[in-house]
C-alpha cells in the first residue's frame, strides 16, 4: 500500500513537471520569454554597472531556461568577487568552473552581447519576473489540485500551505532594500508616544507577577521565551497562571499547546488555581470529604470558576500529544488569524516532533534546535510572544551548593539559549530538601524566578512564592 502510495506521489511530481516547464502550456509565447532573457543577459554582459539596475529584483532561478541561470549565477559570483563583467572575462570564468559548455559556449554569450537592446528594467519586469510568477503560480496551483484530491490531507492544512506559498511567493519578489533610518526613528518616535500616552503599565503581555512584569515589561511580540526547570517544579502551573492572568485580568487571548496533560486536567488546575481549592479535591468521591459544608464549598467554587472561564477572553487549549512543528504552526495561525490569539503556549519543547525535516541521523540536540529554531521563527512570522516551556538536565541535581539552574543546563540545549529572547528558570529550594537559608528562615513556599538571558533587557533573581495545594505561583 505504502509503495503504491509512493508511486502515484512521484507520477504527480512528473505530471507537474511537465506542466510547469513545457514551453507548450507557457503562458507567453516560449520565444518571447526566452528573447526577453537574453536581452537582459546581453545587457549584463555588455555593461558592467547594469547589474546594479536588478540585483536586488533577479534571481537566477527566474530564468526559464538552465543555460541562463548558469549565466547570471556566474555574472553574480564575479560581481560579489569585485570581476570586471564582459564578454572576454565572462567566458573566462566560465571556463574556469567549467560551465562554459552548459552555458552554451563562447559564441553563444557573444551572440547574447550582440542583441542587447537597451531595454533592461522592460524585460525583466514586464517578463522574466512576470513569467517566473505564473510559473509559480501553475504549479501552486497544480500541487493544490493533487493535495484535495487525497482524502487523508486535511483540507485546512491544504489551505494553509496555499496561503503559505503564496505569501513566500510575493516576499520572494519584493525587493531586496535597506530601511530608512530616518523613516524608521519616526515611526519608532511615534509608536513610543501612543505608549507613554496609553493608561496600561507594560507594552507586552503581562505575567501578572508584578516584579517580572517590571523588569520585561511584559511578554513582548515576537519573542520566544523559554522557561525551563526539572519535573516537577511547577513549570505547567506557572504558565497556566500566566495564561489566566493574560485572559481574565488584561483580557488577551492565549493558546496552551499541552504535550503532556489533558484538556480535562488543564481545566482542573485551571479552576484550583482560581477558587483556590486544593487539586486533591478533583480526586475524591463524595464519602472522602470530611463534611458537607467541604463538599458544597468544592461544588460551588468549581462553578463559579468554571463560569468565569467561560466569560473571559478566549483560552484555547490543543492536547495533541506529540504534535508536529508544522503542526503546531499551522493551528497557531488559525487562532491568530481567526480568534485573535496574542500569546502562545508550549509544555513542553522535548515532547514536540520536528515535521520530519530533519535527517533521520539527526542526534536528539540537532531536533530539538530544529525545533526552537522554528518556535523563534514563529513567533516573528505571527508577531506574538511564544512561550516554550523546557526541561533541565540532570547536571544540576548532580552539583552541589544550592542547585540553582544556569544556561549550561539546558537539557538537549542545541540552540535553544541562541534563539530564546528570553531564558527564565523556576527554582525551588524545597524542591532539593533545602529547607532552610543560610540565614535560617524556612524555605517552604519559596520559589525564585531567574532570568538566565534578557536579550532586551536586565537580567534578576525574583522571590515568588509557590502554593502547591492549589498548583499556583504568586509574588512573594
Not at 526566452?34 to 536586488?56: C, K, P, S
Not at 516532533?353 to 541521523?361: A, F, M
Not at 539546558?410 to 528558570?425: N, P
Request: with cysteine; hydrophobic share 40%; charged share 30%.
Amino acid at each position: 500500500m505504502k509503495s503504491g502510495s509512493s508511486k502515484r506521489s512521484r507520477e504527480q511530481e512528473i505530471d507537474l513537471a511537465s506542466l510547469v516547464y513545457n514551453p507548450q502550456v507557457l503562458p507567453k509565447h516560449f520565444e518571447v520569454v526566452i528573447e526577453g532573457e537574453q536581452q537582459v543577459l546581453g545587457e549584463l554582459l555588455m555593461l558592467h554597472d547594469t547589474y546594479y539596475q536588478v540585483d536586488d529584483v533577479m534571481k537566477s532561478h527566474f530564468f526559464y531556461q538552465k543555460r541562463h541561470q548558469i549565466i547570471f549565477e556566474a555574472i553574480e559570483a564575479m560581481h560579489a568577487k569585485a570581476i570586471q563583467v564582459d564578454l572576454k572575462s565572462a567566458v573566462h570564468y566560465l571556463r574556469g568552473i567549467d560551465k562554459l559548455e552548459e552555458a552554451g559556449g563562447a559564441s553563444y554569450l557573444a551572440e547574447l552581447v550582440a542583441m542587447a537592446t537597451g531595454n533592461i528594467n522592460k524585460y525583466v519586469h514586464g517578463i522574466i519576473r512576470e513569467e517566473y510568477l505564473r510559473r509559480k503560480v501553475i504549479e501552486i496551483c497544480s500541487r493544490a489540485v493533487n493535495n484535495s484530491k487525497d482524502p487523508s490531507n486535511e483540507i485546512f492544512e491544504v489551505l494553509d500551505r496555499i496561503e503559505d506559498e503564496t505569501n513566500h511567493l510575493h516576499q520572494e519578489l519584493q525587493p531586496g532594500t535597506a530601511k530608512d533610518l530616518k523613516q524608521e526613528v519616526i515611526t519608532m518616535i511615534d509608536n513610543l508616544g501612543k505608549n507613554l500616552s496609553h493608561d496600561e503599565e507594560f507594552t507586552g503581555i503581562p505575567s501578572g507577577f508584578i516584579r517580572l512584569d517590571r523588569l520585561t515589561q511584559g511578554w513582548q511580540k515576537s519573542d520566544l521565551i523559554v522557561i525551563a526547570a526539572r519535573p516537577g517544579m511547577g513549570k505547567t502551573s506557572l504558565v497556566v497562571t500566566m495564561m489566566l492572568n493574560a485572559a481574565i485580568h488584561f483580557k488577551k487571548p492565549a493558546v496552551l499547546f499541552s504535550l503532556e496533560m489533558s484538556t480535562r486536567q488543564i481545566l482542573q488546575r485551571m479552576i484550583s488555581n482560581l477558587g483556590e481549592v486544593p487539586m486533591d479535591n478533583w480526586k475524591k468521591r463524595g464519602i472522602d470529604f470530611r463534611s458537607q459544608s467541604e463538599k458544597d464549598h468544592f461544588l460551588n467554587e468549581a462553578a463559579k470558576w468554571g463560569s468565569v472561564l467561560t466569560q473571559s477572553e478566549p483560552l484555547h487549549i490543543d492536547d495533541t500529544p506529540s504534535i508536529a512543528l508544522n503542526e503546531l504552526r499551522n493551528r497557531s495561525k488559525r487562532l491568530v488569524r481567526e480568534k485573535g490569539v496574542e500569546l502562545i503556549i508550549v509544555d513542553y519543547l522535548q515532547l514536540m516532533k520536528d515535521s520530519g525535516e530533519s535527517n533521520r541521523n539527526d542526534n536528539r540536540e540537532q531536533v530539538i534546535s530544529a525545533i526552537s529554531r522554528g518556535l523563534k521563527a514563529l513567533a516573528k512570522e505571527l508577531d506574538v510572544p511564544v512561550i516554550a516551556l523546557s526541561q533541565l538536565s540532570r547536571a544540576v541535581e548532580t552539583r552541589g551548593g544550592d542547585k540553582r539552574p544556569i544556561l549550561s543546563d539546558l537539557r538537549e540545549s542545541g540552540s535553544i539559549e541562541q534563539d530564546a529572547d528570553v531564558v527564565m528558570f523556576i527554582y525551588r529550594p524545597e524542591y532539593y530538601g533545602i529547607t532552610m537559608d543560610e540565614m535560617g528562615n524556612s524555605t517552604l513556599g519559596q520559589a525564585e524566578f531567574i532570568l538566565a538571558k534578557h536579550r532586551n533587557g536586565s537580567l534578576d533573581n525574583i522571590k515568588a512564592r509557590y502554593v502547591g495545594e492549589y498548583v499556583k505561583f504568586q509574588d512573594a
